[in-house]
Protein backbone atom coordinates (compact mmCIF):
# COMPACT_ATOMS: atom_id res chain seq x y z
CA UNK A 1 0.00 0.00 0.00
CA UNK A 2 1.11 3.37 -0.61
CA UNK A 3 1.67 5.39 2.34
CA UNK A 4 2.65 9.35 2.00
CA UNK A 5 4.70 11.77 3.87
CA UNK A 6 4.23 15.11 4.03
CA UNK A 7 8.03 17.39 2.92
CA UNK A 8 8.02 20.50 4.60
CA UNK A 9 10.62 22.79 2.58
CA UNK A 10 10.23 25.97 1.69
CA UNK A 11 13.88 25.89 -0.31
CA UNK A 12 13.15 23.01 -2.62
CA UNK A 13 14.59 19.96 -1.06
CA UNK A 14 12.77 17.52 -2.79
CA UNK A 15 14.57 16.39 -5.86
CA UNK A 16 17.37 15.73 -2.90
CA UNK A 17 15.01 13.59 -1.13
CA UNK A 18 12.22 12.58 -3.26
CA UNK A 19 14.57 9.58 -4.61
CA UNK A 20 15.86 7.47 -1.79
CA UNK A 21 12.44 7.51 -0.10
CA UNK A 22 10.78 6.34 -3.87
CA UNK A 23 13.18 3.97 -3.88
CA UNK A 24 11.57 1.98 -0.66
CA UNK A 25 8.49 1.39 -3.04
CA UNK A 26 5.98 2.40 -0.90
CA UNK A 27 6.73 5.73 0.20
CA UNK A 28 5.35 8.81 -2.18
CA UNK A 29 6.90 12.47 -0.68
CA UNK A 30 4.01 15.36 -0.88
CA UNK A 31 5.49 18.57 -1.27
CA UNK A 32 4.25 20.93 1.19
CA UNK A 33 5.32 24.84 1.22
CA UNK A 34 5.46 26.10 4.42
CA UNK A 35 7.09 29.24 5.49
CA UNK A 36 9.94 27.04 7.19
CA UNK A 37 12.20 30.48 7.62
CA UNK A 38 9.52 31.23 10.70
CA UNK A 39 12.34 28.12 12.60
CA UNK A 40 15.04 30.37 11.78
CA UNK A 41 17.52 31.29 8.82
CA UNK A 42 20.97 30.32 7.96
CA UNK A 43 21.74 34.23 7.74
CA UNK A 44 20.11 35.53 10.81
CA UNK A 45 17.54 37.68 10.11
CA UNK A 46 14.97 35.08 12.18
CA UNK A 47 16.87 33.95 14.77
CA UNK A 48 17.13 29.93 15.70
CA UNK A 49 15.76 29.19 18.93
CA UNK A 50 15.35 25.16 19.00
CA UNK A 51 18.08 22.88 18.43
CA UNK A 52 18.72 21.81 15.15
CA UNK A 53 17.27 18.11 16.16
CA UNK A 54 13.98 19.79 17.52
CA UNK A 55 13.81 22.47 14.50
CA UNK A 56 13.56 19.07 12.20
CA UNK A 57 11.32 17.60 14.15
CA UNK A 58 9.12 20.69 14.88
CA UNK A 59 8.82 21.34 10.84
CA UNK A 60 8.00 17.48 9.77
CA UNK A 61 5.36 18.30 12.09
CA UNK A 62 4.13 21.01 11.29
CA UNK A 63 4.35 20.24 7.36
CA UNK A 64 2.17 17.01 8.43
CA UNK A 65 -0.61 18.92 9.88
CA UNK A 66 -0.79 21.43 7.15
CA UNK A 67 -1.48 18.56 4.83
CA UNK A 68 -3.52 16.73 7.10
CA UNK A 69 -1.21 13.83 6.28
CA UNK A 70 0.37 11.25 9.67
CA UNK A 71 3.51 11.41 8.52
CA UNK A 72 6.26 14.14 7.94
CA UNK A 73 9.47 14.96 6.74
CA UNK A 74 11.83 17.56 7.14
CA UNK A 75 15.79 18.87 6.93
CA UNK A 76 17.70 21.15 9.00
CA UNK A 77 21.47 22.50 8.26
CA UNK A 78 23.80 24.14 10.36
CA UNK A 79 27.15 24.94 8.71
CA UNK A 80 30.16 26.46 10.82
CA UNK A 81 33.61 25.30 11.99
CA UNK A 82 34.22 21.60 12.13
CA UNK A 83 34.17 20.77 16.06
CA UNK A 84 37.15 18.27 16.01
CA UNK A 85 39.21 20.00 13.00
CA UNK A 86 39.70 23.89 13.27
CA UNK A 87 39.57 25.88 10.03
CA UNK A 88 37.40 23.21 8.10
CA UNK A 89 33.78 24.12 8.22
CA UNK A 90 31.37 21.80 7.78
CA UNK A 91 28.00 21.02 7.21
CA UNK A 92 25.73 18.91 10.03
CA UNK A 93 22.51 17.91 8.23
CA UNK A 94 20.00 16.97 10.69
CA UNK A 95 16.43 14.93 9.10
CA UNK A 96 13.42 14.12 10.66
CA UNK A 97 10.42 11.50 9.88
CA UNK A 98 7.59 11.74 12.18
CA UNK A 99 4.21 9.82 12.59
CA UNK A 100 1.76 11.81 14.21
CA UNK A 101 -0.45 9.04 14.93
CA UNK A 102 1.82 6.61 16.88
CA UNK A 103 3.64 9.73 18.00
CA UNK A 104 7.21 9.10 16.90
CA UNK A 105 10.37 10.93 15.51
CA UNK A 106 13.26 9.27 13.87
CA UNK A 107 15.38 11.13 13.47
CA UNK A 108 19.09 10.86 11.35
CA UNK A 109 22.23 13.32 11.19
CA UNK A 110 24.80 13.55 8.88
CA UNK A 111 28.61 15.86 9.01
CA UNK A 112 30.22 16.64 6.41
CA UNK A 113 33.46 18.75 5.19
CA UNK A 114 31.96 18.84 1.44
CA UNK A 115 30.38 22.14 2.01
CA UNK A 116 30.82 24.94 -0.12
CA UNK A 117 31.48 27.95 2.78
CA UNK A 118 33.35 30.88 2.09
CA UNK A 119 32.33 34.77 3.66
CA UNK A 120 34.14 37.90 3.53
CA UNK A 121 34.22 41.51 4.46
CA UNK A 122 34.31 43.30 1.03
CA UNK A 123 36.28 47.22 0.35
CA UNK A 124 37.76 48.43 -2.01
CA UNK A 125 40.76 46.49 -2.40
CA UNK A 126 39.49 43.12 -2.24
CA UNK A 127 40.08 41.54 -5.74
CA UNK A 128 36.81 41.17 -7.04
CA UNK A 129 37.14 38.18 -9.66
CA UNK A 130 39.13 36.45 -7.12
CA UNK A 131 36.32 36.87 -4.34
CA UNK A 132 33.60 35.24 -7.29
CA UNK A 133 36.29 32.31 -7.45
CA UNK A 134 36.57 31.56 -3.83
CA UNK A 135 32.62 32.39 -3.75
CA UNK A 136 32.13 29.10 -6.43
CA UNK A 137 29.44 31.72 -8.24
CA UNK A 138 27.71 30.73 -10.20
CA UNK A 139 27.96 27.02 -9.27
CA UNK A 140 26.76 28.47 -5.70
CA UNK A 141 24.94 31.71 -5.07
CA UNK A 142 26.27 34.41 -2.84
CA UNK A 143 24.41 36.69 0.15
CA UNK A 144 24.99 40.16 0.59
CA UNK A 145 24.33 42.63 3.26
CA UNK A 146 25.24 46.43 2.53
CA UNK A 147 25.65 48.67 5.42
CA UNK A 148 24.98 52.33 4.44
CA UNK A 149 24.36 54.97 7.37
CA UNK A 150 23.11 52.56 9.44
CA UNK A 151 20.61 51.56 6.52
CA UNK A 152 21.16 47.69 6.56
CA UNK A 153 20.46 46.07 3.34
CA UNK A 154 20.41 41.82 2.49
CA UNK A 155 20.09 40.62 -0.88
CA UNK A 156 20.51 36.74 -1.31
CA UNK A 157 20.67 34.06 -4.03
CA UNK A 158 23.27 35.85 -6.06
CA UNK A 159 24.42 33.49 -8.64
CA UNK A 160 25.82 35.68 -11.32
CA UNK A 161 29.18 37.24 -10.89
CA UNK A 162 27.94 40.52 -12.84
CA UNK A 163 25.42 41.00 -10.30
CA UNK A 164 27.48 40.52 -7.41
CA UNK A 165 29.96 42.95 -9.42
CA UNK A 166 28.02 45.62 -10.16
CA UNK A 167 26.12 45.35 -6.44
CA UNK A 168 29.49 45.34 -4.77
CA UNK A 169 30.71 48.54 -7.19
CA UNK A 170 27.67 50.43 -6.34
CA UNK A 171 27.78 49.93 -2.61
CA UNK A 172 31.32 50.91 -2.49
CA UNK A 173 30.96 53.96 -4.43
CA UNK A 174 28.26 54.80 -1.60
CA UNK A 175 30.58 54.44 0.85
CA UNK A 176 28.87 51.48 2.76
CA UNK A 177 30.48 48.53 4.38
CA UNK A 178 29.93 45.17 2.30
CA UNK A 179 29.79 41.66 3.15
CA UNK A 180 29.32 38.76 1.94
CA UNK A 181 29.17 35.24 2.22
CA UNK A 182 27.94 31.80 0.44
CA UNK A 183 23.91 31.09 0.56
CA UNK A 184 23.21 28.12 2.10
CA UNK A 185 19.87 27.16 1.02
CA UNK A 186 19.56 24.08 -0.39
CA UNK A 187 18.14 25.50 -3.75
CA UNK A 188 21.58 27.84 -4.07
CA UNK A 189 24.01 25.18 -2.32
CA UNK A 190 24.81 21.87 -4.64
CA UNK A 191 27.40 21.17 -2.48
CA UNK A 192 24.78 21.18 0.59
CA UNK A 193 22.26 19.42 -1.78
CA UNK A 194 24.41 16.26 -2.04
CA UNK A 195 24.76 16.24 1.99
CA UNK A 196 20.92 16.47 2.32
CA UNK A 197 20.60 13.66 -0.41
CA UNK A 198 23.10 11.05 1.28
CA UNK A 199 21.48 11.78 4.57
CA UNK A 200 17.73 10.91 2.87
CA UNK A 201 19.58 7.56 1.79
CA UNK A 202 20.18 6.50 5.78
CA UNK A 203 16.91 8.48 6.48
CA UNK A 204 14.89 6.01 4.31
CA UNK A 205 17.36 3.09 4.82
CA UNK A 206 15.70 3.23 8.93
CA UNK A 207 12.17 4.13 7.56
CA UNK A 208 12.61 0.75 5.58
CA UNK A 209 13.46 -1.43 8.43
CA UNK A 210 11.13 -3.38 10.55
CA UNK A 211 11.17 -3.67 14.31
CA UNK A 212 11.26 -7.64 14.24
CA UNK A 213 8.65 -7.69 17.28
CA UNK A 214 6.14 -5.52 16.22
CA UNK A 215 7.06 -4.85 12.73
CA UNK A 216 7.18 -0.88 13.43
CA UNK A 217 8.82 1.25 10.46
CA UNK A 218 12.05 2.99 12.10
CA UNK A 219 14.00 0.13 13.73
CA UNK A 220 17.87 0.88 14.25
CA UNK A 221 20.37 2.04 16.16
CA UNK A 222 19.45 3.89 19.36
CA UNK A 223 22.77 3.92 21.06
CA UNK A 224 26.32 2.12 22.33
CA UNK A 225 26.86 -0.15 24.82
CA UNK A 226 30.33 0.71 26.83
CA UNK A 227 32.81 -1.15 28.97
CA UNK A 228 35.72 -3.28 27.14
CA UNK A 229 38.15 -4.89 29.09
CA UNK A 230 42.06 -4.14 28.79
CA UNK A 231 44.28 -6.70 26.21
CA UNK A 232 46.50 -6.44 28.72
CA UNK A 233 45.65 -5.69 32.45
CA UNK A 234 42.00 -6.75 32.23
CA UNK A 235 40.55 -3.55 33.95
CA UNK A 236 37.34 -2.52 32.20
CA UNK A 237 37.66 0.74 30.02
CA UNK A 238 34.21 2.42 30.51
CA UNK A 239 34.45 4.71 27.34
CA UNK A 240 35.03 2.12 25.09
CA UNK A 241 31.96 0.46 22.93
CA UNK A 242 31.50 -3.05 22.65
CA UNK A 243 28.43 -2.96 20.80
CA UNK A 244 25.73 -1.32 19.38
CA UNK A 245 21.84 -0.97 20.45
CA UNK A 246 19.29 -1.34 17.93
CA UNK A 247 15.57 0.09 18.87
CA UNK A 248 12.21 0.18 18.16
CA UNK A 249 10.20 3.40 18.42
CA UNK A 250 7.30 2.36 19.87
CA UNK A 251 8.09 -0.89 21.79
CA UNK A 252 10.52 -2.06 24.04
CA UNK A 253 12.24 -4.67 22.21
CA UNK A 254 15.75 -3.69 21.66
CA UNK A 255 19.17 -6.03 19.81
CA UNK A 256 22.88 -5.68 20.33
CA UNK A 257 24.96 -5.65 17.67
CA UNK A 258 28.21 -6.60 18.40
CA UNK A 259 31.54 -4.19 17.02
CA UNK A 260 33.39 -7.02 16.74
CA UNK A 261 36.05 -6.14 19.32
CA UNK A 262 36.69 -7.96 22.70
CA UNK A 263 39.41 -6.38 24.17
CA UNK A 264 40.79 -2.74 24.64
CA UNK A 265 44.59 -1.68 23.21
CA UNK A 266 46.06 -0.96 26.93
CA UNK A 267 47.14 2.29 25.21
CA UNK A 268 43.55 3.37 25.99
CA UNK A 269 43.65 1.62 29.40
CA UNK A 270 44.03 4.52 32.13
CA UNK A 271 45.90 1.38 34.54
CA UNK A 272 48.28 1.10 31.40
CA UNK A 273 48.61 4.22 30.02
CA UNK A 274 47.65 6.66 32.37
ZN1 LIG B 1 45.37 -2.10 31.14
ZN1 LIG C 1 8.68 -2.79 18.04
Known amino acids: MQKKVALATKHGKLAQIAPAFAS ?10 IDTDVYGTFSGEVPRLLTPRDAAIEKAKAGALHAGLDFGLASEGTIGPHPQIPFINADL ?3 AFVDLKSD ?3 VETLMSIEIQAYSSTVNSDTDIEDLIAKLDLPAHAANVTINIDGERQFIKGIHHPEELRRLVAGALGQ ?5 VENDFRAMSSPSRQANIGALAEKLAARIGSHCPACNQIGWGSVGFEYGLPCSDCFEVVASVAHAEKLGCVTCDHSELRSLGRDSVDPARCERCNP
Do not use: H, K, P, Y
Open 24 to 33: LGDWQIELVE
Open 93 to 95: EVM
Open 104 to 106: FAV
Open 175 to 179: SATVE
